[in-house]
């Protein structure tokens, strides 16, 4: 069957120290991926796309890598901060009609 | 500013009682879509529009319908909702450009059904 999974413990990070989220993927060929942020209570806010011939994407102190031979996806946020604490999203997106396939989310939380 | 809008935000009703909820965005956007977000499960499609008077199943489109009579509205409908409909739901919008876009989500509706 066709799965996204990502971690679904909350994971937490002291401040200041690289957060590491993932998110796999079985029996994908995703176009592209992309990162969200969601906050209790509220919507989803994209933060990163990352394209299937794309190693690696940048984002101030983000950071995602594409591995589509491990068939996985890794979310890096560097020197974390308190403020974010939040549920991360992860987003397939195939190539056949472009609709978003979601994990469940992880959520991070940042102690100062 | 560019946003999308959900109408109600909070909505407890009884099973059986029809009900809209309703979307609105403000960027001209073609592509717009409804889901549902339960916990551990994440996100599920229910339906989609790719624009006007063009409206497509998700994942998960029994119980709901919708319409798209406008490109800004985008309201989902509840004929006779049941409590497993009982769930977060955010309305989304994009530019569908090549696909790639990101997607704006409103506020989302809590959505209780007794």
């Known amino acids: 069957s066709q799965k996204i999974e990502q971690n679904s413990e909350a994971l937490n990070i002291q401040e200041g120290k690289t957060a590491t989220l993932t998110c796999n993927y079985t029996?994908?060929?995703?176009?592209?991926l992309q990162w969200y942020r969601q906050d209790p209570g509220r919507g989803p806010v994209f933060l990163l796309l990352?394209?299937?011939n794309e190693k690696e994407k940048r984002k101030e102190r983000l950071k995602v890598t594409f591995d589509t031979t491990l068939k996985q996806s890794l979310f890096h946020i560097t020197a974390s901060q308190p403020a974010d604490s939040a549920t991360y999203l992860c987003a397939l997106a195939l190539n056949s009609n472009y609709q978003l396939i979601w994990g469940a989310g992880t959520k991070l939380i940042i102690k100062p | 500013e560019a946003q999308v809008t959900q109408n109600p935000r909070y909505l407890i009703t009884v099973t059986g009682k029809k009900l809209t909820v309703t979307c609105s965005q403000n960027?001209?956007?073609?592509?717009m879509s409804w889901y549902r977000q339960d916990p551990g499960l994440g996100l599920r499609q229910i339906y989609y529009?790719?624009?006007?008077?063009?409206?497509d199943k998700g994942d998960v489109p029994e119980g709901y319908k919708v319409s798209r009579k406008e490109k800004r509205n985008f309201p989902l409908i509840l004929e006779s909702p049941s409590p497993n409909q009982t769930s977060l739901y955010f309305c989304a919008s994009r530019d569908p450009g090549q696909g790639y876009n990101e997607q704006f989500f409103g506020p989302g509706t809590r959505l209780t059904v007794l």
């Open positions: 990352i394209r299937e």
């Open positions: 029996n994908y060929s995703p176009a592209y």
């Open positions: 960027m001209n956007h073609e592509y």
């Open positions: 529009s790719m624009n006007v008077e063009v409206t």
